[in-house]
């Protein structure tokens, strides 16, 4: 127990908080039904949660070194289970919604603490061999939360996908007590809270604004103004960091052509290769007829592709550039998430799998070979600040994702459909709109029309982003490592970067 218990305490609590990010994929049909939630319900469920982790996983990281990883980490797995406990027992989208956001504050402390715990507790092999398995369920959190999630859905109910959080927590919080000593970072620097704030502001205004333009149109009142206070809070973010003694981000480093495609590249990356999944998941239940269980399976062939493809890298291809592995990755998911827009009315699930075991390969070289690149960009006193931007614009890239392609997928249905039952249909409602004025051929085209854009414009997102990546890392002139990456260097203590398969 004293020597595994700090690693087994940690990766409970990043299982839990990755396991939430796809977990709820499944169960989006359910929550609908349940509670009469609209489209922009859903995916502010999905997005609530990305945001907040988004948003103040750097802060809450630099606030954790000065405060003690440990406290910061035991106050965020007890904020994640009250938040849990509220979003199982929501009564209606709105309290859902919240509650999923304070979840994902809980998450941002836990996530921006896991790795330097481990850092401290552990050094030489008995680090790599702590950071492997603490990959390994990262990885296997991402591939089978759609599975575990349609389990709970179809049996004791959606709500239970939140409720299981609660015995998982207080576990992780005994053994945390018990087995991880408290740690803190070097320095004694500000928090950057004016740069939270404002980043926050500009990531939920720009997620809001794409998200209701569907509804409301790109250049109502509404839309404009909100895309403006999303601007506004743009530039006074990158006011306050270009001032700030102790940034968030060092903005200087986009100088580095590396660095400014690794970003890209993250940014990209989460929303090619699952921010369509929702939607996918959705049409395989309502409209495919699919249980939760069932669609749950039908899309785990990417992330169970994924973390085989990530197991093996990492033996086989040790030493292999990360321009090489991200770009590649990148261009592979572009491809298979591409592969998956060939639908059409009489599609059935297995039209996807092929796409799915692509982008799967593409996810799996990717997602390990992120943080190395970010480190191989930088100069070693940067880690941790790179490895957490890596983590800020990859859960970034999954909550703007999940908000483009909904506006697309419903943008296309409204050929066949109206505005009103295009987004009824997106969100769920195809029983609703069954036996009305729309026939079924026409309702399975209308979805089919719609997930098809929404997987052709995540695939080019994902293929451009593979060629930027493989173009601007040749440029390593703002390294002074000269661009390669140390094992010493990728597990420093200190703001330790966080890697995930999600």
């Known amino acids: 127990m004293r020597k595994w218990g700090p690693l087994t305490a940690v990766c409970l609590g990043t299982f839990m908080l990755l396991i939430d990010v796809?977990?709820?994929?499944?169960?989006?049909?359910?929550?609908?039904?349940?509670?009469?939630?609209?489209?922009?319900?859903?995916?502010w469920v999905i997005d609530g949660y990305a945001l907040a982790l988004a948003a103040l996983l750097l802060g809450i990281g630099a606030a954790a070194d000065r405060l003690g990883r440990r406290?910061?980490?035991?106050?965020?797995t007890g904020l994640f289970a009250a938040a849990s406990l509220a979003c199982g027992l929501a009564t209606s989208p709105a309290l859902l919604v919240a509650a999923r956001g304070v979840?994902?504050?809980?998450?941002?402390?836990?996530?921006?603490?896991?790795?330097p715990l481990l850092g401290s507790v552990y050094q030489g092999k008995q680090r790599s061999v702590a950071l492997g398995l603490w990959g390994a369920v990262s990885g296997a959190a991402a591939a089978i939360g759609p599975v575990v999630g349609g389990l709970l859905t179809e049996g004791p109910g959606?709500?239970?996908?939140?409720?299981?959080?609660?015995?998982?927590?207080?576990?992780?919080?005994?053994l945390t007590r018990r087995t991880v000593p408290e740690s803190r970072?070097?320095?004694?620097g500000r928090v950057d809270w004016a740069g939270t704030v404002t980043f926050a502001l500009f990531a939920g205004a720009a997620t809001y604004a794409v998200v209701r333009a569907g509804a409301l149109g790109w250049t109502s009142p509404r839309t404009l103004a909100t895309f403006a206070v999303a601007a506004v809070a743009l530039l006074a973010f990158v006011v306050v960091e270009?001032?700030?003694?102790?940034?968030?981000?060092?903005?200087?480093?986009?100088r580095t052509p590396a660095f400014t495609g690794v970003m890209a590249g993250a940014l990209a990356f989460n929303a090619a290769a699952f921010a369509v999944l929702p939607y996918t998941s959705i049409w395989l239940q309502t409209v495919l007829g699919l249980s939760p269980v069932q669609a749950g399976l039908a899309i785990l062939p990417l992330?169970?592709?994924?973390?085989?493809?990530?197991?093996?890298?990492g033996r086989l291809l040790h030493g292999v550039r990360p321009r090489l592995l991200i770009g590649t990755g990148l261009v592979l998911i572009g491809a298979g998430t591409m592969a998956q827009g060939i639908l059409d009315a009489d599609s059935s699930w297995t039209a996807l799998v092929p796409g799915l075991v692509l982008a799967g390969v593409g996810t799996g070289l990717v997602a390990p070979a992120l943080a190395g690149g970010a480190l191989a960009a930088v100069a070693p006193e940067r880690a941790g600040m790179a490895g957490g931007a890596v983590n800020t614009f990859r859960q970034l890239g999954y909550a703007f994702g999940v908000a483009v392609f909904g506006t697309v997928l419903t943008s296309r249905m409204t050929g066949p459909l109206t505005g009103e039952q295009a987004h009824a249909l997106a969100g769920g409602g195809a029983a609703a709109l069954r036996g009305g004025p729309v026939s079924e051929q026409a309702l399975r085209s209308a979805f089919a029309s719609g997930l098809d854009s929404a997987a052709l414009l995540a695939g080019a997102v994902g293929l451009v982003a593979g060629l930027a990546v493989l173009v601007l890392l040749r440029e390593r002139g703002g390294s002074p490592r000269g661009g390669q990456d140390t094992a010493g260097d990728r597990h420093r203590p200190e703001r330790e970067p966080v890697t995930s398969a999600h």
């Open 158 to 174: 959606w709500r239970w996908i939140f409720f299981v959080n609660l015995p998982v927590s207080v576990a992780a919080v005994w």
């Open 242 to 254: 270009r001032r700030a003694a102790h940034p968030l981000i060092d903005l200087s480093l986009f």
């Open 185 to 188: 970072g070097a320095g004694d």
């Open 303 to 313: 992330a169970a592709v994924a973390f085989v493809v990530s197991a093996a890298a």
């Open 71 to 76: 406290r910061v980490h035991l106050a965020g």
């Open 103 to 115: 979840q994902g504050v809980g998450a941002a402390a836990m996530f921006a603490t896991t790795l």
């Open 22 to 43: 796809t977990i709820v994929v499944v169960a989006l049909p359910d929550m609908a039904g349940a509670l009469d939630a609209s489209l922009p319900d859903l995916q």
